[in-house]
């Protein structure tokens, strides 16, 4: 395939500051691989980057995790189309596969790394966020380091590059140690939210229940797989869940609104020795009464991140065809309406699930 010496690429330069910018097409280091992109999701923390979250730069005692002059975007799927033939031995591809990209990039040397926790990696370097430029271009390039997947190229690109969210979902699935006895409440059906849905309905437990406050979202999250959905606009969630249960509440609570009451209505939903799992990215602090966890409930709490060892199950669901991929992917742009691809993402009350960006549209 003949190269291009230069591409367009969307480049953060800082908050509120994402131009769309002409780049030469990076060159090959020696275990490197190039891939045409074919698409990128959109995600919520892609925003919250964008609108400067303390998370993504610094201040308030946090490190910095977002780098200015770095392409953005990390949920990735793209055709392999250079390499050096120890590059694509090494990360196990030819040219023409079609690959997903974990949003990782593993130092490889960090006490996480050695013991095989790699999504916890110390330094933490992440496509389109930090050291690494993101899909959000026409090519890019992935480094020696850098961990892709095959997947099939007979489904859209943008079905494709849900990979990424839907393996970070299962992730919090597992986490979840789910039971065959479980009530499991998840709150927020955006793309994470069903993405654990889904993967809930693959473990098959006693009750699956969604919770928004869009009732289109709760139709897709039953078609995902949930039993019941309960509109928390219209309905008190909580007293309805422990209507279901007996007065008791759930067993399983997985948060996926990025909303702080979506936390404190967690603690009260669940019951006692229940478990909390916590997905979201927040902009802003949570503040609540801890003797919850302790005192009154003895709850498990659990944090999760990314994907790891996910991606498998993650591919094979969407080749599957099972999952409602073409509503869940709701819009697609191309490179030049990567603002409107933003802002789309930002109108949380819009009708958006996952907001994709075709940059070769
Ligand atoms: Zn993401
Ligand atoms: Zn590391």
Not at 221 to 230: F, Q
Request: hydrophobic share 40%; proline share 4%; with cysteine.
């Amino acid at each position: 395939m003949n190269l291009p010496a230069e591409m367009r690429a969307v480049v953060c330069h800082g908050p509120k500051d994402y131009r769309l910018e002409t780049r030469p097409v990076p060159s090959l280091g020696e275990d490197d691989i190039l891939i045409q992109v074919e698409a990128v999701g959109v995600c919520a923390s892609d925003l919250k980057c964008y609108h400067g979250a303390a998370k993504f730069w610094g201040g308030e005692g946090r490190a910095q995790w977002a780098q200015e002059n770095v392409i953005s975007g990390h949920e990735i799927t793209g055709t392999v189309v250079q390499g050096s033939e120890s590059g694509l031995n090494f990360h196990g591809v030819e040219i023409g596969d079609r690959v997903v990209v974990e949003q990782i990039v593993p130092c490889g040397e960090c006490r996480y790394c050695h013991r095989g926790e790699y999504w916890m990696c110390g330094p933490h370097d992440m496509f389109g966020f930090r050291n690494f430029d993101g899909g959000m271009a026409e090519y890019m390039l992935i480094p020696t380091r850098g961990l892709v997947h095959k997947i099939s190229k007979e489904i859209p690109a943008h079905h494709a590059a849900f990979a990424e969210p839907l393996s970070c979902a299962l992730h919090a699935v597992e986490r979840a140690k789910l039971q065959f006895e479980d009530t499991l409440v998840i709150a927020g059906a955006g793309p994470i939210g069903l993405g654990v849905i889904a993967g809930a309905r693959q473990k098959n437990p006693l009750r699956i229940i969604a919770l928004d406050m869009d009732d289109a979202k709760l139709e897709l999250a039953k078609r995902c797989g949930a039993d019941l959905t309960i509109n928390i606009r219209e309905e008190d969630a909580v007293a309805k869940v422990k209507e279901l249960t007996d007065g008791y509440g759930a067993d399983v609570y997985i948060e996926a609104t990025g909303h702080p009451s979506g936390v404190v209505q967690g603690l009260e939903m669940l019951r006692k020795l229940g478990r909390f799992v916590e997905y979201s990215v927040f902009g802003s602090e949570t503040s609540v009464d801890w003797s919850i966890i302790s005192d009154d409930k003895e709850l498990d709490v659990y944090g999760a991140h990314l994907g790891p060892h996910t991606w498998p199950a993650a591919i094979k669901l969407i080749e599957s065809g099972k999952l409602p991929l073409d509503e869940i992917c709701t819009n697609q742009f191309g490179l030049e309406q990567f603002q409107d691809a933003l802002d789309m993402v930002g109108d949380s009350a819009g009708a958006s699930v996952k907001v994709s960006i075709l940059p070769q549209k």
